[in-house]
């Protein structure tokens, strides 16, 4: 793995054997998003895909994953209509480069993923919380609205009707409930030491078929049903007769291969 030597202030970026580990460096602040931190998370999710990490740990500094839109950032800079629109357009920029750049994102929660952090968890593709977590859609108690594309991924993770009592009565969801209405995967002690255990696991999958599931999942939303399955026709057929599939399924021919259980 060869990660980019970028000049970054709001996030490290390190390597971890074959795993890239993106951490939120922001503390003092909660690690929330001002417009430079959105840029270098472009910067980041632009050129990992092409850095051969084979998966992200997205983690933070500190006792909040992030507090979301920088509101004083905001505040003080006035910003018009038309400025905010940019402003949120540069946040799809960077969630976009993360959801469907095919590398797989874990994301390693803990306290407060509110607002845009919570939109910026929703770009990871697997979620991991810890008992300290929660999850919040102020927007609306702060007269404001989402823009960094919580209205599709939020939406698509918990429905409709959940993001919208989120976002009109301030509902706050702590971890257990959050993960059972699908606004994470997974609740452990240590969510750090689970994500990476879990990038780990990523890791061994093919990097093609880690590229098909952490892209093509998600284009197929973009699309209408039949045309979203004759893209997974295509995508199978690229993926499922690649070469580092032959010694797997070798393997499972000839019975050396792991069966898939339940461990006891
Ligand atoms: C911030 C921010 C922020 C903290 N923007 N500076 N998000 C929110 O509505 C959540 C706002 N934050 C909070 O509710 C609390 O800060 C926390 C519950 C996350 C943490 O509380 P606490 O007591 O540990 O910290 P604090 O004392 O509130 O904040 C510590 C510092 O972080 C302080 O700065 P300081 O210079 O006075 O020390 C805070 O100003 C700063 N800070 N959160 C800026 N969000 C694309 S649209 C997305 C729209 C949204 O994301 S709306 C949701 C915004």
Not at 91 to 103: P, S, T
Not at 163 to 173: A, P, Q
Not at 254 to 263: L, T
């Amino acid at each position: 793995m060869q990660l980019p030597d970028l000049d970054l202030k709001n996030i490290t970026l390190a390597a971890d054997g074959e795993i890239a580990v993106v951490s939120l460096n922001r503390a003092a602040k909660r690690n929330a998003l001002n417009a430079e931190t959105i840029e270098e998370l472009i910067s980041i999710f632009s050129t990992i895909p092409k850095s051969g990490a084979r998966a992200v740990v997205l983690r933070a500094e500190g006792d909040h994953f992030s507090a979301g839109l920088d509101l004083v950032e905001h505040h003080q800079q006035q910003r018009s209509a038309a400025d905010f629109m940019h402003v949120c357009l540069r946040w799809h920029e960077a969630f976009n480069k993360m959801e469907y750049g095919g590398v797989p994102i874990i994301a390693a929660l803990k306290g407060a993923a509110v607002g845009g952090g919570l939109e910026l968890a929703s770009a990871a593709h697997i979620r991991v919380a810890d008992e300290t977590s929660y999850f919040a859609l102020p927007e609306g108690q702060r007269g404001l609205f989402t823009g960094g594309g919580a209205t599709l991924r939020v939406a698509e993770m918990v429905g409709r009707a959940r993001m919208t009592d989120m976002m009109l009565t301030g509902r706050i969801y702590k971890a257990r409930e959050a993960m059972d209405v699908g606004l994470c995967q997974y609740v452990e002690a240590d969510s750090e030491a689970k994500a990476m255990e879990l990038a780990h696991a990523c890791a061994s999958v093919p990097p093609l078929s880690n590229f098909a599931i952490c892209s093509a999942i998600s284009h197929s939303r973009n699309m209408s049903s039949m045309d979203a399955a004759y893209m997974e026709a295509f995508v199978a057929g690229v993926v499922n007769t690649q070469e580092a599939a032959g010694d797997r399924l070798a393997a499972f021919a000839d019975k050396s291969g792991a069966r898939i259980k339940p461990k006891d």
